[in-house]
């Protein structure tokens, strides 16, 4: 079993940024993809980011060029910059594990961290 916990999310005003951490820990495999997902009041979770283990990364078109995803390996943790922040991006923000166990596919969540941006 995977747990995922989340931090960082709060209430900050238009053009403000935030950070957020998912601190993995349990049955985490060499090679995975770690990222966020989030949903906003009435609407379906939507991607966010993503980064592997290597590295590579994938970002929603909404998000590109203001947040920036990473990670530390060593810790098992991804991080989630996200700046110039807009009303728009309020939501629940997940973080997601998602690994192959040598049976299947599985994907792991976080309790969710609520981000709130307003004036």
């Known amino acids: 079993q995977v747990q995922l916990v989340e931090s960082g999310g709060g209430l900050v005003q238009p053009g403000g940024s935030l950070r957020l951490s998912c601190a993995a820990s349990?049955?985490?495999?060499?090679?995975?993809?770690m990222g966020w997902f989030r949903q906003a009041p009435g609407k379906q979770r939507e991607l966010v980011a993503t980064t592997t283990t290597t590295g590579s990364t994938n970002y929603a078109d909404s998000v590109k060029g203001r947040f920036t995803i990473s990670r530390d390996n060593a810790k098992n943790t991804a991080y989630l910059q996200m700046n110039s922040l807009k009303p728009e991006d309020t939501a629940v923000y997940y973080c997601?594990?998602?690994?192959?166990?040598?049976?299947?596919?599985?994907?792991?969540w976080g309790q969710g961290t609520q981000v709130t941006v307003s004036s």
């Open positions: 349990g049955s985490i495999f060499s090679f995975n993809t």
């Open positions: 997601h594990l998602e690994q192959y166990d040598g049976l299947g596919l599985r994907t792991y």
